[in-house]
């Protein structure tokens, strides 16, 4: 009887241990969840970016999970909140809403945001000094708001009115307009806000911005870029030129950007999400990083259909 019990007890025994080297072997590989505001061309490629990045460093030991969101916070929600609950080891949010989506999800998973403009504002965070200090950090998309102001000055020193378009949905894209209003006025331009809630209602506000404006500035805004055509169609009938936040949405319907590149944002978050993983840094105290080399760029169709010239120093499109 008693050799019974011990040939039983050895059996249990080595159950357990293959239940645990199972369970081991699960937890060796990193679960990574990536929430997508909506696709377009911009966020697909920090995405791109940054999937490439880890891929590239941790090979078959992770797996990167990537789900796109509706277009507002309240998409994003569930798809965070499932991440949340599979326990991921680190989510990143491209876009604001999606990361305020996960930002309300947890506050004890890593989460790294992208294409994100403005944190404070993002988070609500008053005197923010370029450190969440949380289990958040990130790379934001904010090109010099007061280089692109200038920008307008430089492309048509004889305008006067400048409409400025965004969703007010969208709070980066508020604090966006305002802030290059703000300079815009400084050098001399009546500026006017052309707010819109969401694409339904977006070609209707954007006709008011061209009937009554020589030149309008489009922030680095979501809706607006995945309806790039949108304004493209309504500016280009009205010879209306359109000076963009940013490339992709320049190449669908602006005459010039101060570009950042969405690619080289995605392999930046990935590199700190590398860190992160390997327990090399501590998120809470990751500064959010930007694109430090944005460079001037213009549309090269848009400009000859509208017969424009651009200032020198200026890069085509694709070339």
């Known amino acids: 009887m008693k050799r019974f019990f011990a040939i039983v007890l050895a059996v249990l025994l080595l159950i357990s241990l293959t239940a645990c080297a199972g369970t081991q072997s699960t937890s060796d590989k990193l679960v ?27 090979g078959d030991k992770i797996e ?9 916070t309240a998409t994003c929600a569930p798809i965070v909140n499932a991440f949340v609950a599979e326990n991921v080891d680190l989510i990143m949010a491209n876009a604001t809403p999606a990361l305020q989506a996960a930002a309300a999800a947890t506050s004890d998973i890593p989460i790294l ?27 934001s998309d904010l090109a010099p708001l007061k280089d692109q102001a200038a920008m307008v000055k430089e492309w048509f020193p004889e305008a006067k009115n400048v409409g400025l378009l965004y969703c007010s949905g969208e709070a980066n894209s508020k604090y966006q307009v305002d802030t290059v209003k703000t300079e815009l006025e400084a050098l001399g331009f009546t500026c006017t806000l052309y707010a819109f809630t969401d694409s339904n209602d977006m070609q209707a506000v954007t006709q008011k911005a061209a009937d009554a404006s020589d030149v309008i500035y489009a922030p680095t805004d979501n809706t607006i870029a995945s309806a790039g055509g ?36 995605g392999v930046t978050t990935g590199k700190m999400a590398i860190e992160i993983l ?19 760029k213009y549309n090269k169709e848009l400009c000859q259909a509208l017969n424009l010239t651009p200032p020198e120093g200026y890069v085509a499109i694709g070339e």
């Open 278 to 296: 390997k327990g090399e840094k501590d998120i809470a105290q990751m500064p959010i990083a930007y694109d430090e080399a944005p460079v001037k």
């Open 230 to 265: 949108t304004v493209d169609g309504v500016c280009r009938a009205a010879g209306v030129p359109v000076i963009s936040g940013e490339e992709n949405a320049c190449q669908l319907f602006g005459v010039a950007t101060l570009s950042i590149s969405y690619y080289n944002l």
């Open 113 to 139: 945001g992208t294409s994100v403009t403005e944190y404070g504002v993002a988070l609500d965070i008053d005197d923010f000094n370029g450190t969440v200090g949380t289990n958040i950090s990130g790379t």
């Open 64 to 72: 990167i999970k990537v789900e796109l969101g509706g277009g507002d």
């Open 32 to 58: 990574v969840g990536v929430c997508q505001l909506v696709p377009h061309e911009a966020l697909d490629a920090a995405t791109k970016g940054f999937v490439e990045t880890l891929e590239a460093e941790f």
